[in-house]
């Protein structure tokens, strides 16, 4: 496993569309530890393979609940209920965040890291950190539906916890 490079807001990478993964190797499986031990190094709740420079639809999610981390290949958000007002921040945009609004609850259907199809169902932080991620690979960032004016620079000193 090793730590990559996690791309910063400026980077064009993370305005591109990310490609369907269409075989599940090692390489993907590889990549997919990769980004797990990124997104842990940098105390993230969830990160997507174009935030380490590979533009393919793979996210990885951890809540630090006690729950296995997920590990999502070509998820799709297949339903979505109600609405959620929550404070955002990203691993690409270190100490910002920003109110924006988030389903409250998704149905995301997707494939794990052996290619065996699988439905998450997520409520809250769990809603907000599938929809934000799942958004990244279409090149969407939280920014871009961010609530006028609510953009807050916290403390890096802090232990602030982003996505
Ligand atoms: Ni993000």
């Known amino acids: 496993m090793a730590i990559r490079e996690i791309r910063k807001d400026g980077d064009e990478i993370l305005r591109k569309k990310s490609r369907e993964v269409k075989v599940i190797d090692d390489r993907i499986r590889e990549l997919i530890e990769d980004m797990l031990e990124t997104m842990h190094e940098a105390n993230g709740v969830g990160i997507s393979a174009v935030q380490v420079g590979i533009l393919k639809r793979v ?16 998820p799709v958000i297949v339903k979505q209920k109600g609405e959620q007002e929550v404070e955002e921040g990203c691993l690409s945009f270190p100490n910002q965040f920003a109110k924006v609004i988030r389903p409250m609850e998704v149905t995301v259907k997707a494939l794990d890291e052996n290619g065996k199809k699988i439905t998450v169902k997520g409520k809250e932080l769990l809603a907000q950190a599938l929809s934000h991620e799942i958004d990244h690979l279409d090149g969407k960032l939280f920014v871009d539906i961010m609530e006028p004016g609510t953009m807050e620079y916290i403390d890096p000193n802090s232990n602030t916890k982003e996505k």
């Open 59 to 74: 996210v990885v999610i951890d809540l630090y609940d006690g729950s296995k981390p997920l590990k999502l290949i070509n």
